[in-house]
C-alpha cells in the first residue's frame, strides 16, 4: 500500500471531474473532500466519489473542516486570486488549474502572499503530453543544436460550454490567449530557457459565440490569433490559433528549429519527426509514435493530467519544488496578456510594461 494522501477538489465542473478521475486512479490518493457552489456540478462530483466525499459549498468552509492533506482548484479564472491567497495561508500544498490568474498583476499578488517553502503546482499539463514530452527532452538533449525557432499550431474546436458560460467574456478569463494560450507561452518558455521580452500580435473574434447572448452582453472571446514571441537570446516563438478548426487532423502541431535540425510534435496523433541537416531532407525524416506506459488514464488531454498527478505525488512525497511552479504560471499569463494588449493596440508590447509594478524580476 502506497503512502495515502487526502485530496480536497476545489471546483468540481469539468476539469475538477477530470482531475478526481486522474486521482482516483493513482493508488494511495483518495478525495476526502469537494467544493462547488453549483448543486449540480457537486452532486456529480459526489456521485464520481461514491459519496465518500465531505460537500462544501464555499472553499473557507472546506478550508477550515475538510479534512485534506492536498488540494486541487479547478475553478473559473477570476476566482483564483482569492482562492489561492486562502490556501497559502492554510500551508496546504496545492496544484491550481492554469491559469495561475487572469494578469500578471494578480498572478504577482499571489507569489507575493506564498513563502519559498509553498507548494504551489500550475497546472500547465501540456508539457507532459507523450508527444510533447519527447520534443523538449530531444530538443533538452541537443539534437537540433541551439533553438532559433518553435512554432506551436492549434486548429480545434470552439470554446466548450461551462456552468453560467463564465469561459465566454475577457473580464472572466483574462482572454482567450490567457484562458487558453497559457499552455503555449510556456512551452516556449520551457523549450527555449529564456524570457520574453517583446510580444507582437493580430486576431480577433470572427466566427464563434457571435449569435450568443448573456446577460444582454455578446461574448468577446477571440477564436483566431497569430502572435510572435522574441527572447532575450533573440530566438523567437509564433503561435497559430484557430478555434473554428476542428475538422483537422491534428489540433497542436509543435516543431521546433535549431542550427543542426528540425524536431515536430503532432497530437493527438502523438507522432514525433526529427531530421537532421546534411542527414535528412524534405520529405525523408525519421517518424515514430510516441508512447509514455505510465498513462492510466487519457481523459481530456492524452493522458498528461494523469502524468502531471503522478508528478504532483511525487513532489508531495519528497518535499520538493514542483516542476511548474508559480513563476512558470506568471510568465505564462504575461506573454498572454501582453498578446491581447498587442491586439488591442495595433502595436508590438513590451513584457517590461506588462511586468512592471508586479516586483517580479528577469
Not at 510533447?132 to 518553435?150: N, T, W
Not at 480577433?204 to 527572447?231: R, S, W
Not at 509514435?289 to 488531454?301: A, K, Q, R
Request: charged share 25%.
Amino acid at each position: 500500500m502506497r503512502e495515502e494522501i487526502r485530496f480536497g477538489v476545489i471546483g468540481t465542473g469539468m476539469m475538477g471531474i477530470e482531475h478526481i478521475e486522474n486521482l482516483q486512479l493513482i493508488e494511495g490518493n483518495i478525495v476526502t473532500a469537494i467544493c462547488d457552489p453549483n448543486e449540480r456540478s457537486l452532486e456529480t462530483a459526489n456521485e464520481l466519489t461514491g459519496g465518500e466525499a465531505d460537500c462544501f459549498t464555499n472553499h473557507q468552509e472546506l478550508l477550515e473542516k475538510g479534512k485534506v492533506d492536498a488540494l486541487v482548484v479547478a475553478t473559473p479564472n477570476m476566482t483564483h486570486t482569492e482562492i489561492l491567497i486562502d490556501v497559502l495561508e492554510t500551508k496546504i500544498p496545492v496544484m491550481i488549474e492554469k491559469p495561475l490568474c487572469t494578469t500578471a498583476q494578480e498572478c504577482a499578488e499571489v507569489i507575493s502572499a506564498a513563502d519559498d517553502d509553498a507548494m504551489v503546482w500550475v497546472g500547465l499539463e501540456y508539457r507532459y503530453m507523450p508527444a510533447v514530452s519527447e520534443l523538449v527532452k530531444r530538443v533538452a538533449e541537443g539534437i537540433v543544436g541551439p533553438v532559433r525557432m518553435v512554432s506551436i499550431r492549434e486548429h480545434r474546436f470552439p470554446f466548450l460550454e461551462k456552468v453560467e458560460n463564465w469561459n465566454r467574456f475577457n473580464s472572466n478569463t483574462g482572454g482567450t490567449l490567457v484562458e487558453k494560450c497559457c499552455h503555449y507561452f510556456d512551452l516556449m518558455h520551457l523549450i527555449t530557457k529564456d524570457l520574453p521580452v517583446r510580444v507582437m500580435a493580430s486576431g480577433g473574434q470572427d466566427v464563434n459565440h457571435l449569435d450568443e447572448k448573456y446577460g444582454g452582453e455578446i461574448p468577446d472571446i477571440l477564436d483566431n490569433a497569430y502572435v510572435i514571441v522574441e527572447f532575450e537570446s533573440g530566438s523567437r516563438g509564433m503561435l497559430d490559433l484557430c478555434m473554428f478548426a476542428e475538422a483537422t487532423r491534428n489540433q497542436e502541431e509543435i516543431s521546433v528549429v535549431g542550427d543542426l535540425g528540425k524536431v515536430e510534435a503532432l497530437v493527438p496523433e502523438s507522432v514525433i519527426r526529427t531530421g537532421i541537416r546534411g542527414e535528412h531532407w524534405i520529405g525523408s525524416v525519421e517518424e515514430e509514435h510516441s508512447e509514455n506506459p505510465e498513462i492510466m488514464h487519457e481523459g481530456l488531454h492524452s493522458g498528461a493530467s494523469y502524468i502531471e498527478h503522478l508528478r504532483f505525488r511525487e513532489a508531495f512525497l519528497q518535499g520538493t519544488k514542483p516542476e511548474v511552479g508559480l513563476k512558470e504560471g506568471f510568465w505564462s499569463v504575461a506573454v498572454g496578456e501582453a498578446a491581447q494588449l498587442s491586439i488591442d493596440r495595433k502595436s508590438s508590447v513590451e513584457l517590461d510594461e506588462v511586468i512592471e509594478g508586479t516586483g517580479i524580476n528577469r
